[in-house]
């Protein structure tokens, strides 16, 4: 990713569970993972966390779309410094 710290990133989504709403409406939560990477001044710093994804989603012209994403981090496993990054 391109920012003031060059972060690498990998995310994995699984399992949805979607539920319908109404015809053209649903809901879809999905398990997630991500590891986030970047170097420092003294090495190298990580950030694991496991969250859960929802995504409202609508049916427009047969298609369906994702209308906002919100996601919750359960769990959050990462070297001393990374608020710090957040914070930066």
């Known amino acids: 990713m391109d920012g003031k710290?060059?972060?690498?990133?990998?995310h994995h989504a699984h399992t949805p569970e979607i539920t319908l709403i109404s015809p053209t409406?649903?809901?879809?939560?999905?398990a997630m993972e991500?590891?986030?990477w970047w170097r420092?001044?003294?090495g190298r710093s990580i950030c694991m966390a496991g969250a859960i994804i929802t995504k409202p989603t609508s049916k427009i012209g047969g298609?369906?779309?994702?209308q906002s994403r919100v996601l919750t981090r359960l769990r959050v496993d990462s070297t001393p410094?990374?608020?710090s990054y957040l914070d930066a």
Not at 25 to 30: E, S, Y
Not at 63 to 66: D, G, L, Q, V, Y
């Open 5 to 10: 710290v060059k972060l690498t990133t990998v």
């Open 81 to 83: 410094d990374f608020q």
């Open 63 to 66: 298609n369906w779309f994702i």
């Open 25 to 30: 409406t649903a809901k879809g939560v999905w």
């Open 40 to 42: 420092t001044a003294t």
């Open 34 to 36: 991500d590891l986030l």
